[in-house]
């Protein structure tokens, strides 16, 4: 999902900063940005490490001069682990990525958002983040308080910043989930067979692209379900 955005912002004209954990897929996306035409650069960066978030920030506005939006993608499953099994060492590490990183590469954009006066966000949740069933209790504790933030965000700063959030179904990425827990995974593929389809992360980008656009001037602290019509039922 995250280079679909990336690519979509593109094509619309925005200079994109490309960031992951992997560089291969940071260069494989920056030329295909380039090929488009359009303007990027790539920097590798674990965003539950505060210290390559700072490097992150110092380099964009070294390249760029400013932001004017950002998107939280980043994120990871936590195998559908139930809470009488979770590790604090698997809640710490879907947490640090899931919610602490929002929290902080937001820290870092809202001050640089109202010396300019404006600014957009957007959080990638899940619809995981307004449900119970549909992965473990980390995950589900990490998308629900990543929905609250973005609330409380976008009503703090409501006459500067915009900040929205997308709570996508399922959809074709390449998250990864490694041996399933048995009871977390039973559980949530019970609803599976109301899946209307799989989506394309070239649909979540739209939505995407509209939120920072000017056609949502006044969509602020909304969730956008994008799921199918799986939620539905």
């Known amino acids: 999902m995250g280079k679909a955005i990336a690519l979509t912002y593109a094509e619309e004209g925005c200079k994109v900063v490309v960031t992951d954990v992997v560089e291969q897929r940071i260069q494989e996306t920056v030329e295909e940005i380039e090929k488009l035409g359009g303007v990027a ?5 674990d965003v539950s490490k505060q210290e390559e978030v ?3 920030f110092e380099e964009t ?4 001069g400013t932001l004017d939006i950002l998107v939280n993608n980043a994120g990871i499953m936590d195998n559908f682990v139930p809470c009488h099994d979770i590790s604090d060492e698997l809640w710490e590490k879907v947490m ?3 919610t602490t ?3 902080r590469t937001m820290r870092k954009a809202i001050p640089i958002f109202l010396e300019k006066g404006n600014g957009s966000i957007v959080n990638i949740a899940s619809v995981g983040g307004l449900h119970g069933g549909r992965a473990g209790i980390a995950y589900t504790a990490s998308k629900h308080a990543l929905v609250g933030m973005s609330k409380n965000v976008a009503f703090h700063y409501s006459d500067k910043i915009r900040c929205n959030v997308i709570a996508p179904g ?3 990425t390449g998250i990864e989930i490694k041996s399933p827990h048995p ?3 039973g559980k949530m593929y019970l609803g599976t067979k109301l899946i209307p389809r799989l989506g394309q992360p070239e649909e979540l980008a739209k939505v995407a692209l509209f939120l920072v656009s000017d056609d949502a001037s006044f969509v602020n602290g ?8 799986w939620t539905s039922f």
């Not at 909304?222 to 019509?229: A, F, K, L, N, P």
């Open 41 to 45: 650069f790539g920097h590798k960066c």
């Open 54 to 56: 700072d490097k992150l």
């Open 61 to 64: 506005i070294n390249k760029f």
């Open 96 to 98: 640090s990525v899931n």
């Open 101 to 103: 990183a929002p929290m």
């Open 170 to 172: 399922s959809v074709a």
């Open 183 to 185: 009871l977390g995974a």
């Open 222 to 229: 909304s969730v956008m379900t994008v799921d199918g019509g």
